[in-house]
Protein backbone atom coordinates (compact mmCIF):
# COMPACT_ATOMS: atom_id res chain seq x y z
CA UNK A 1 0.00 0.00 0.00
CA UNK A 2 1.54 3.49 -0.97
CA UNK A 3 1.25 6.24 1.63
CA UNK A 4 -0.89 8.16 -0.28
CA UNK A 5 -3.70 5.01 -0.31
CA UNK A 6 -2.96 4.62 3.15
CA UNK A 7 -3.55 8.04 4.28
CA UNK A 8 -6.78 8.05 2.25
CA UNK A 9 -8.42 4.82 3.93
CA UNK A 10 -7.26 6.72 7.72
CA UNK A 11 -9.24 9.71 6.60
CA UNK A 12 -12.08 7.95 5.48
CA UNK A 13 -12.16 6.18 8.42
CA UNK A 14 -11.63 9.31 9.99
CA UNK A 15 -14.71 10.88 8.54
CA UNK A 16 -16.26 7.47 9.09
CA UNK A 17 -15.94 8.10 13.27
CA UNK A 18 -17.11 11.77 13.20
CA UNK A 19 -20.12 10.20 11.55
CA UNK A 20 -20.52 7.44 14.31
CA UNK A 21 -19.61 10.25 16.89
CA UNK A 22 -22.57 12.48 15.33
CA UNK A 23 -24.95 9.61 15.40
CA UNK A 24 -24.36 8.15 18.83
CA UNK A 25 -24.47 11.81 20.09
CA UNK A 26 -28.29 12.31 18.44
CA UNK A 27 -29.42 9.04 20.39
CA UNK A 28 -31.94 9.96 23.12
CA UNK A 29 -30.18 7.72 25.48
CA UNK A 30 -26.35 8.48 24.27
CA UNK A 31 -23.58 6.15 25.79
CA UNK A 32 -21.46 8.60 26.74
CA UNK A 33 -18.41 5.85 27.05
CA UNK A 34 -18.86 4.85 23.56
CA UNK A 35 -18.22 8.23 22.09
CA UNK A 36 -15.36 9.10 24.58
CA UNK A 37 -13.81 5.74 23.05
CA UNK A 38 -14.51 6.89 18.98
CA UNK A 39 -13.20 10.46 19.81
CA UNK A 40 -10.17 8.79 21.16
CA UNK A 41 -9.68 6.96 18.24
CA UNK A 42 -10.38 9.41 16.05
CA UNK A 43 -7.65 11.81 17.97
CA UNK A 44 -5.20 8.53 17.29
CA UNK A 45 -5.92 8.59 13.21
CA UNK A 46 -5.60 12.32 13.47
CA UNK A 47 -2.21 11.77 15.01
CA UNK A 48 -1.52 9.36 12.35
CA UNK A 49 -2.24 11.18 9.70
CA UNK A 50 -0.62 13.98 11.02
CA UNK A 51 2.43 11.95 11.40
CA UNK A 52 2.55 10.64 7.94
CA UNK A 53 1.58 13.65 5.73
CA UNK A 54 5.12 15.52 7.82
CA UNK A 55 6.82 11.92 6.78
CA UNK A 56 5.83 12.47 3.32
CA UNK A 57 6.93 16.08 3.25
CA UNK A 58 10.34 15.99 4.08
Not at 31 to 40: F, Q, V, W
Not at 48 to 57: A, K, Y
Amino acid sequence: MTTTSHLNALERRHATLDDEILHESQRPAQDELKIGLLKRKKLELKDEISRLQNRTRQ
